[in-house]
């Protein structure tokens, strides 16, 4: 049987991913009960989140082994590992760019302040962040080091690995999240929408759940898990089973501190039936 990564890891830690994607809040929104200035202090700490998104995308692109030669014979499919990995963070950054301004203009629109409590030149203290957002601030702040092209790297293997690694554990857990709150959604079937009641106005299962559980974000997800698993299977061929146990120890490590940030980006809820 071929060996996936990304199987392996999901299969790592099944009860770790399931505290990462479901939770109170999760199951709150899919009942339509997150009030609006919940909902609002989470969105404003998933801009957070996207600012070092957005600054992880730059550490790795810096740091990305990128060709300097065209190969005699280059592959069918569009590129080697590396410029595919190149490609998918180019369009995640402007699909998370898009998303950002999405979720602003939602939020303005059903009156949900997405700011937290700021000081006079706008920076924002630690202490007024989830525990999970700044876990995530640190694993993107963490993103390449020790791997420029001037200094050793671990190891020769894929040194992209974790990074890409972070990316994929982070997309995957966020879309498995809301799936699973889509899941638990009664808006099946009425004809109002179901959604005029809700304590935020219908913000979350109108605009939001829809958006971040479409087919294109899963695909997107997707495509960045066969990257990965491509790589790998590559390195296998091309140096034997030996490699395996460190490339997969390499990744648990990544997916580990994902799952552990993921599990405490949401805001603790009591749950009312």
């Known amino acids: 049987m071929t060996f996936s990564l990304t199987e392996a890891l999901l299969a790592s830690d099944a009860d770790g991913f399931q505290r990462a994607t479901q939770s109170v809040f999760l199951q709150s929104a899919a009942q339509g009960t997150v009030d609006k200035a919940?909902?609002?202090?989470?969105?404003?700490n998933d801009r957070l989140y996207i600012l070092a998104y957005i600054q992880g995308i730059g550490k790795t692109l810096s740091v990305l082994p990128l060709p300097q030669t065209?190969?005699?014979?280059?592959?069918?499919?569009?590129?080697?590992?590396?410029?595919?990995?190149?490609?998918?963070?180019?369009?995640?950054?402007?699909?998370?760019?898009?998303?950002?301004?999405?979720f602003v203009d939602t939020a303005s629109r059903f009156g949900i302040s997405v700011n937290l409590p700021s000081d006079v030149d706008g920076h924002v203290a630690d202490s007024e962040k989830l525990e999970g957002l700044r876990r995530f601030e640190s694993i993107f702040c963490g993103l390449g080091l020790g791997l420029g092209p001037s200094k050793s790297t671990r190891s020769?293997?894929?040194?992209?690995?974790?990074?890409?690694?972070?990316?994929?554990?982070?997309?995957?857990?966020?879309?498995?999240?809301?799936?699973?709150?889509?899941?638990?959604?009664?808006?099946e079937g009425?004809?109002?929408?179901?959604?005029?009641g809700d304590a935020d106005g219908?913000?979350?299962?109108?605009?939001?759940i829809p958006n971040w559980t479409g087919a294109e974000f899963a695909a997107f997800v997707d495509r960045l898990g066969r990257i990965i698993d491509d790589a790998v299977k590559e390195e296998l061929r091309d140096n034997g089973e030996s490699v395996k146990t460190e490339l997969v120890d390499r990744a648990l490590v990544k997916w580990r501190e994902v799952l552990a940030a993921e599990e405490a980006f949401w805001p603790v809820m009591q749950f009312s039936s």
């Open 156 to 187: 020769s293997l894929l040194p992209w690995l974790e990074c890409a690694v972070v990316f994929y554990a982070t997309e995957k857990c966020y879309l498995e999240a809301w799936t699973w709150a889509a899941g638990r959604s009664d808006l």
């Open 70 to 102: 065209i190969p005699d014979h280059p592959p069918n499919d569009g590129g080697t590992a590396t410029t595919k990995l190149l490609d998918w963070l180019i369009d995640a950054m402007v699909n998370i760019r898009r998303e950002e301004k999405f």
């Open 38 to 44: 919940t909902l609002g202090q989470w969105l404003a």
């Open 202 to 208: 219908g913000a979350l299962r109108r605009e939001f």
């Open 190 to 196: 009425r004809s109002d929408g179901g959604c005029s």
